[in-house]
Structures are given as structure tokens and as C-alpha cells.
């Protein structure tokens, strides 16, 4: 963590940097920002990850898609919590689409230890 990011900017430093990476698709700079024994769920608690093994093998596969993109539609920043409201351009099993998200990521240590994610309904676009 740099000296210079204190205050809430410290928190939502590694959220926004593995947004950015997550957009990217870029694998190693998106794992640089999660903890060894970091945990995913879907919300409220339903694990779904465990560890670096287990949330990268999850997100090679998602980086696969052609047409992946998160927008950030608000963020709030309580404590060591970030909370996105995310609306995700995805390619689902039957088609492209989107899907609008609720994710909140604990920080711990420049690093994300917990996320948890609460999905909406996938729309699919019209063929």
C-alpha cells in the first residue's frame, strides 16, 4: 500500500484497482488485490471462493468473455467496506446480456479478504 492513499481512498484503492484489472481481463494484476485466504460469497452467505486458487480459477474462466465490462453505477464507502453498485456486460450460457450487481468488499491491509456479491436478474440482449 502506498503511504500517500489514507483516509477512504486507502479502502477503495484495491476495489478500484481490481475493477480496472477485471476490465482488463488481466488475471495477475486482478489477483494482486485479494488476500491469500480471501473468501467470495454470494450474498449473504453462500461461499462460492476460498482462497487465491479458487477466486482465480473463477475469474480465468469469466475473463474468457469477449464482450466482460463492469460499470460502476455508485459507490459508498463505510469503514473498511466498499460497495458497488455494478451493472456487468456479460456473456451468459445463452447469450450476451447484462446483469446489475451489488458487491461489497472488505479490506483488510491493502487487501481484499471478503467480497460478497448479490446479483440481479440476467437480460439478456434481443437477438
Given at each position: 500500500?502506498?503511504?500517500?492513499?489514507?483516509?477512504?481512498?486507502?479502502?477503495?484503492?484495491?476495489?478500484?484497482?481490481?475493477?480496472?484489472?477485471?476490465?482488463?481481463?488481466?488475471?495477475?494484476?486482478?489477483?494482486?488485490?485479494?488476500?491469500?485466504?480471501?473468501?467470495?460469497?454470494?450474498?449473504?452467505?453462500?461461499?462460492?471462493?476460498?482462497?487465491?486458487?479458487?477466486?482465480?480459477?473463477?475469474?480465468?474462466?469469466?475473463?474468457?468473455?469477449?464482450?466482460?465490462?463492469?460499470?460502476?453505477?455508485?459507490?459508498?464507502?463505510?469503514?473498511?467496506?466498499?460497495i458497488?453498485?455494478?451493472?456487468?456486460?456479460?456473456?451468459?450460457?445463452?447469450?450476451?446480456?447484462?446483469?446489475?450487481?451489488i458487491?461489497?468488499?472488505?479490506?483488510?491491509?491493502?487487501?481484499?479478504?471478503?467480497?460478497?456479491?448479490?446479483?440481479?436478474?440476467?437480460?439478456?440482449?434481443?437477438?
Amino acid at each position: 500500500m502506498h503511504s500517500e492513499h489514507t483516509g477512504s481512498g486507502a479502502i477503495e484503492y484495491p476495489v478500484q484497482k481490481q475493477l480496472e484489472a477485471y476490465n482488463a481481463r488481466d488475471i495477475d494484476a486482478f489477483m494482486e488485490w485479494w488476500a491469500e485466504d480471501c473468501q467470495c460469497f454470494l450474498f449473504p452467505s453462500q461461499l462460492i471462493a476460498q482462497g487465491t486458487l479458487e477466486i482465480r480459477a473463477r475469474y480465468v474462466a469469466r475473463f474468457e468473455e469477449p464482450n466482460l465490462h463492469a460499470e460502476i453505477l455508485a459507490r459508498m464507502i463505510v469503514g473498511n467496506l466498499v460497495i458497488d453498485h455494478e451493472h456487468i456486460t456479460r456473456t451468459f450460457p445463452n447469450g450476451p446480456g447484462e446483469i446489475d450487481t451489488i458487491a461489497m468488499y472488505e479490506i483488510d491491509d491493502g487487501k481484499i479478504v471478503k467480497a460478497w456479491f448479490k446479483m440481479g436478474e440476467p437480460r439478456l440482449h434481443s437477438r
